[in-house]
């Protein structure tokens, strides 16, 4: 799948794991369309980063949750390389509560960007991805470990993993392939903030290797399926947790 003519969409791809897997593809060769919602100075950087390393990328804004976003997005992606052959669905936000507290607007958001805005983009994906391109879903491992306080969140990437199966058996004679992968704790800003010391030390300390993954950690299972190494795997969730679970 490398090589100057091949173009990658990853979304949410400002900055942590998003940002990682960008410059990373970036490096085996795609261009790159860097998605964002917010954060424009960041998908800058990204860009600047992708582009000081003899790549070529564009920032798209758009809001995976509200279709006509997402369409745009794929717009500007073949006005600018021509089509799409690897997505990266990776914008999604977090927001934990016993489910007997959840608040209505936070489920509603996380339904909205989690597995709306997937439904949304593997949609256009469907419609429109050149065939022999690569579908690359982001769940979580909560979805398997079943934590307390995660369940909005986890029900939304138990969905996408669903969703991750049946699109790639509705590919079938377009060599595309739908996988996602699965990380468990990383150690990115948003994951770190807020926590204290001695949970970050119990998490990294959950899997048989005894650290926090890393975004690169979560880059490379990325790149592996979409790379010419990964064309057989096709319709599977990769755990990319240290064997957390």
Known sequence: MSGPTKTALVTGSSRGIGAAIATRLALDGFNLVINYTGSAEAAAKVVATIETAGGRAIAVQADVSDPAAVGAMFDAAEAAFGGIDVLVNNAGIMQLSPLAAADDAHIDRQIAINLKGTLN????????MRDGGRIVNLSSSVAALKFESYG???????AVEVLTGILAKEMRGRAITVNAVAPGPTGTDLFLEGKPEALIEKLAGANPLERL???????????FLTGPDGGWINGQVLRANGGMI
């Open 121 to 128: 983009t593997l949609r256009e994906a469907a419609r429109r």
């Open 152 to 158: 909005v969140y986890a029900a939304t990437k138990g």
């Open 213 to 223: 993954g890393t975004p690169g950690d979560i880059a490379n299972a990325v790149a």
